[in-house]
């Protein structure tokens, strides 16, 4: 993975990586533009960001709207087999199942989420469903399978992708239950965009904590936690440790902290400290915030070194290492 970030990274550096339809396409979007920021823009968490914003904005170009929008983006890391924290090629729980959590939400206040699902290939778009489909906002685990089975999603074999069973081997030998999330074991893709009037959507989808005691939960379904989304003000997305970011409500709290007159920068810089301040064994402990507001002003913190972000606007796709708090 360290070897694929390299790669990435080097061949970003310095320059913008322009998306599908080049120069020509991407002048069908009004550009506008703030002081400190631009819409229509795109956020997402690591370096798989990257491929992600680029269906993202492919969709965005197609259908002009930003729900239809983050849901693609996000449904194409979960085919990305190479990826072993979001999708069913993800790592396992305890048991060796991978289960999957996602969550959606618009600037409207709708939202919808499931949390401890097995075999769909696409929950973030199960998410969606729950969302526009039923009246409720979160739907888990049998619940939640049977529900997209009755909405024609069709059922996975349950099965550890190649890559995801030899690393399930090797932690068998010793089944150390040490939940970490760092430079090389994140997890979680979140996404935020924004379109050219000023319109939010939020996406976030995870396979989660790897070697997790089977039935956890993290923040990634939880609105307020790994998301959260609202046009008067703008949005926020997290990753890392989700145990961390559900104490402080981290997604919630920066869109908080922003209608209070922070900047998207501040208010990540403050929900890290809040994060710090609350957790122990800190320095086992990653977690990094995205955030973007109305204007399309956009932030960026983690607690260590490490954590990356993709940024895709009318000037391109590039990837962007954080700041943080160590």
Known sequence: MSQRRKFIKQSLAGSALFLPGTASALSA?????????????????????????AAAWAKLQETNSILDAVEAGVRDTELDMDNLSVGLQ????????????????????????????????????????VMEKTPHVMLAGEGARQFAIAQ???????KLSPKAQIEYDKWKVTSQYKPIINIENHDTIGMIGIDSKGKLAGSCTTSGLAYKMHGRVGDSPIIGAGLYVDDEVGA???TGLGETIIRICGSFLIVELMRQGR???????????????????????????????????T?????????N??????????????????
């Open 152 to 158: 024609g999603f069709p059922l996975e074999e349950e």
């Open 29 to 53: 979007f009004e550009s506008k533009k703030s002081p400190n920021g631009e819409r229509p823009l795109i956020l997402s968490t690591w370096n798989h960001g990257v491929p992600a914003n």
């Open 236 to 238: 926020a997305t997290a």
């Open 263 to 297: 900047s998207p920068q501040e208010a990540c810089e403050e929900a890290v400290r809040r994060l710090v301040k609350k957790s122990k064994n800190i320095q086992d402990i990653q977690a990094g915030f995205l955030a973007v507001n109305k204007d399309g002003e």
């Open 90 to 129: 993800g790592l396992p729980d305890r048991e060796g199942i991978t289960t999957l959590d996602a969550s959606i939400m618009t600037g409207d206040g709708a939202c919808g989420s499931v949390a401890f699902v097995r075999q769909i290939k696409h929950p973030i778009s199960l998410a969606r469903a």
């Open 299 to 307: 932030g960026a913190y983690a607690v260590h070194p490490g954590f």
């Open 309 to 326: 972000f993709a940024k895709a606007t009318a000037s391109g796709n590039v990837l962007i290492d954080s700041k943080s708090h160590f």
